[in-house]
C-alpha cells in the first residue's frame, strides 16, 4: 500500500518521527506539494495525508486508487469531503490534539496585550532602566485581569478551557455558541446574546469555526459595540474577522489592542493593513505547533490510519 504525506514540513520539520504511519505501508513524505504537483505525486496512492494542500474534485477524479485521505489538523476544508464520499473514498480529521496548546497561546497574547512584556524588556535591554531616575518604570498601561469580564465566542473544548483560565485569574466569564451546554459546575458563567457579550466584555476570545454565520463575524458594525477598553483575541480562524475593520478600530481606539494569531489570508499578503494598526499582536498561526501538540496530532493521525485498515475507521468527517 502506497501512502503519500503532501506538505510533511509544517508538522514534523524533523523533530518528530513518521514511524507509526510508516510502519502500516510504504510512506512517501513531501516537504510540500503545490497544487499543480498533487496528481503526479499521488498516482498509484490508496492513502493520502494532508494539512493545507487541497485536495478537490479536480484532483480526486485523477486519482482512482485513493481509498483514504487523512488531514493532518482538525480543520477539514482543503478536502472536498461530499466528493470524496461520492467515490467512496473515507476522510478524517484529527480533533483535540491542540486544545492545551491554544489555551496557552491565548493567555499568552492576553497577557502580552496587558503588560507589555516584550516592548518591556526591549527597553530594560535599551538601558532605559538603567537611566532611570525611579527603581521602576513602566512605558504602557498596565492591566490586571482579575474582576474583569471575558466573553467567549465558541464554547466548545478551548472554550471552555478558556474559561477555566480566566476563572482562575478572577475573571467573569460570559459566553455565546450556537449551541448551549450545561455549565452550572460554573458559578461566574452566565449564557449571553452576542450582542450583550459584545457590549460587557473587557476581552473577547474568538473559539468558533468558520461557517455562513461567522464568516466576518467581527466587523466595523460588532466592532463599534464593544468597549473602548476590550481587547480582542482570535486564536481560532483568520476570516472570522474583517481585516480592515480590525485595523480601523485600533487605528480610531475604537478598542484598545487585539492579539491575533490567525490572519484571512495565509501566509498574508506584504503590507497586510494589521501589520501596521495600532497595539495589535501577530503571531504566525502557531498556537498549535508546540512539539507536545504535533506529537499528538502524528499519533493520532497513525491511530486514524490504522482504524481505517483494520476495518473500524474513527474520526471520519465525511
Given at each position: ?41 499521488c498516482q498509484g496512492a490508496e492513502v493520502i495525508f494532508t494539512n493545507k494542500t487541497p485536495l478537490k474534485k479536480?484532483?480526486?477524479q485523477q486519482l482512482p486508487d485513493l481509498k483514504f485521505i487523512g488531514v493532518l489538523a482538525t480543520g477539514y ?242
Amino acid at each position: 500500500m502506497i501512502m503519500v504525506v503532501l506538505d510533511g514540513h509544517t508538522l514534523n520539520p524533523g523533530d518528530l518521527s513518521w514511524e507509526g504511519i510508516k510502519n502500516q505501508g510504504e510512506l512517501i513524505v513531501y516537504d510540500r506539494t503545490s497544487e499543480d504537483e498533487i496528481v503526479d505525486r499521488c498516482q498509484g496512492a490508496e492513502v493520502i495525508f494532508t494539512n493545507k494542500t487541497p485536495l478537490k474534485k479536480a484532483e480526486i477524479q485523477q486519482l482512482p486508487d485513493l481509498k483514504f485521505i487523512g488531514v493532518l489538523a482538525t480543520g477539514y476544508n482543503v478536502v472536498d469531503t461530499a466528493f470524496a464520499k461520492s467515490r467512496n473514498i473515507m476522510v478524517s480529521n484529527v480533533p483535540g490534539y491542540g486544545t492545551s496548546s491554544v489555551v496557552q497561546m491565548t493567555f499568552a497574547l492576553l497577557l502580552e496585550l496587558c503588560l507589555h512584556v516584550q516592548q518591556h524588556s526591549e527597553s530594560v535591554h535599551a538601558g532605559d532602566w538603567t537611566k532611570s531616575p525611579d527603581f521602576c518604570y513602566w512605558n504602557y498601561p498596565l492591566v490586571e485581569l482579575a474582576g474583569k469580564t471575558i466573553g467567549i465566542i465558541g464554547f466548545g473544548s478551548i472554550g471552555q478551557r478558556v474559561a477555566d483560565v480566566a476563572s482562575a485569574f478572577g475573571m467573569e466569564v460570559i459566553g455565546h455558541s450556537r449551541r448551549q451546554t450545561d455549565q452550572y459546575h460554573r458559578k461566574n458563567f452566565r449564557w449571553v446574546a452576542l450582542q450583550e457579550l459584545l457590549e460587557q466584555s473587557d476581552v473577547v476570545s474568538l473559539h468558533c469555526p468558520i461557517t455562513p454565520e461567522t464568516n466576518g463575524l467581527i466587523n466595523k458594525a460588532s466592532l463599534a459595540k464593544m468597549k473602548k477598553t476590550a481587547f480582542l483575541l482570535n486564536t481560532s480562524r483568520g476570516p472570522l474577522v474583517v481585516d480592515q475593520d480590525l485595523a480601523e478600530a485600533l487605528n480610531t481606539n475604537t478598542i484598545a489592542g487585539a492579539g491575533i494569531d490567525v490572519l484571512s489570508v495565509e501566509p498574508p499578503v506584504d503590507g497586510n493593513i494589521l501589520f501596521k494598526a495600532r497595539n495589535c499582536v501577530i503571531t504566525p498561526h502557531i498556537a498549535w505547533a508546540t512539539k507536545e501538540a504535533r506529537n499528538r496530532l502524528m499519533d493520532i493521525a497513525a491511530a486514524n490510519l490504522a482504524a481505517y485498515l483494520s476495518g473500524n475507521p474513527v474520526n471520519l468527517v465525511n
